[in-house]
Every structure is written in structure tokens, then in C-alpha cells.
T-cell receptor, first 110, second 112 residues
Framework: KNEVEQSPQNLTAQEGEFITINCSYSVGISALHWLQQHPGGGIVSLFMLSSGKKKHGRLIATINIQEKHSSLHITASHPRDSAVYIC????????????FGKGTKLSVKP | EADIYQTPRYLVIGTGKKITLECSQTMGHDKMYWYQQDPGMELHLIHYSYGVNSTEKGDLSSESTVSRIRTEHFPLTLESARPSHTSQYLC???????????FGEGSWLTVV
């Protein structure tokens, strides 16, 4: 069993739809990243969370430390949101290495 | 915007050739990482460093080697490339005591 599980693996939505991507983890963490990877490879960190909720434009990320669960929401989705979204947890402890989920491939159709 | 750069972005080389993938960051970060990612698959850590003269192997066994002679530079070398090394290689960096991480654009390597 992977230490970081994401769902769904693939997601197709119509432009304007509300989207939710989920991430569950089974290890102790100090923080969690939601990453976005566009075709061509580059990765950008959208959010880093250690508690609560963060919002940036149409993107909202939440984390529940007790339940070891995080969600990424996209409101009013747009074709330019099409990308792979990756949940990555930072292990607790001094080393702080990352463990990645397998990613959710999102395709938003016009 | 992240100041972390990888070269080359795309490379096709023959089997047996030696290749070095370059990664540089101008943010003064102590932590640097190399990840390998096959298309459609998750990232796997192959090497990391917490500072000058510090290098460690990651979770995924790799025939590559790294060096960290300067803080800003973390090159990855394949002494003898094989088709099984065909993949995308992503470099990343972060502060020693923080949780932020920045990724380079990636280097796509094809070994023929």
C-alpha cells in the first residue's frame, strides 16, 4: 500500500465544473504540498499546508491532520487547469524528505 | 518565480555514452534533490544533498552519481547510458529548515 494515495487517478470535467481531488496519507508529516505538472514536465507548488485551509484564486486546499487527509478544489474550472495534480507529503523529522502520490490527471473540456 | 535551472532540457544520446545533467539554483538553498519520473508515473527520489560535500542515495536505485561541490550546483552523471535510463529527470531545491520546494523544468533523456 502506498503511503500517499490520491483519487481519482483520472478526471475529465466540463469547463465551469467544481473539481475535487483527494489525498490520504499514512505517515507522520510536517507539511503537505499540492503540486501542478503541465505537459512538458515542469512542476510548480500550488500550496503548502500544515493545517487548515488555503485559497489562491480559484484554487482551495484543505488539510485535516487528525484524519490524514487533504483535498484540492478548483472552482469554475477552465481548460488551462488541465494538468497533473500531485499530492506530496513532507515527512516529519529532521530530514524532511518528500513522498509523492501518483498524481491525478485532470482534463477540462471547453 | 523559482530560480532553479536544468540543462539540457531534451537530449538524445547513444548507448554507452557519458552524460551529465546540470542543475543550478540561485536561491542559496541547502537541500537539493534529483527525481526520476517515467511518463504517467510518480516521481522517485534518486539522490539528495543537504549541503556542500553531502550526497545521499534516494529510494530508487540508480546507476547515476551526483556531486555537490558548490551550494548552487548539483549535477547528475550517468557514466554509461543505457536505454533503461530513458526518462525525465527533475531537480528540486529547498531550504534546510523550511518546507518549501522548487522544481526545475526537467530534463528529458532518451537513450537509443
Amino acid at each position: 500500500k502506498n503511503e500517499v494515495e490520491q483519487s481519482p487517478q483520472n478526471l475529465t470535467a466540463q469547463e465551469g465544473e467544481f473539481i475535487t481531488i483527494n489525498c490520504s496519507y499514512s505517515v507522520g508529516i510536517s507539511a503537505l504540498h499540492w503540486l501542478q505538472q503541465h505537459p512538458g514536465g515542469g512542476i510548480v507548488s500550488l500550496f503548502m499546508l500544515s493545517s487548515g485551509k488555503k485559497k489562491h484564486g480559484r484554487l482551495i486546499a484543505t488539510i485535516n491532520i487528525q484524519e490524514k487527509h487533504s483535498s484540492l478544489h478548483i472552482t469554475a474550472s477552465h481548460p488551462r487547469d488541465s494538468a497533473v495534480y500531485i499530492c506530496a507529503v513532507i515527512l516529519g523529522g529532521s530530514q524532511g524528505n518528500l513522498i509523492f502520490g501518483k498524481g491525478t490527471k485532470l482534463s477540462v473540456k471547453p | 518565480e523559482a530560480d532553479i535551472y536544468q540543462t539540457p532540457r531534451y537530449l538524445v544520446i547513444g548507448t554507452g555514452k557519458k552524460i551529465t545533467l546540470e542543475c543550478s539554483q540561485t536561491m542559496g538553498h541547502d537541500k537539493m534533490y534529483w527525481y526520476q519520473q517515467d511518463p504517467g508515473m510518480e516521481l522517485h527520489l534518486i539522490h539528495y544533498s543537504y549541503g556542500v560535500n553531502s550526497t545521499e542515495k534516494g529510494d530508487l536505485s540508480s546507476e547515476s552519481t551526483v556531486s555537490r561541490i558548490r551550494t548552487e550546483h548539483f549535477p547528475l552523471t550517468l557514466e554509461s547510458a543505457r536505454p533503461s535510463h530513458t526518462s525525465q529527470y527533475l531537480c528540486a531545491s529547498g531550504t534546510l529548515w523550511g518546507n518549501t520546494i522548487y522544481f526545475g523544468e526537467g530534463s528529458w533523456l532518451t537513450v537509443v
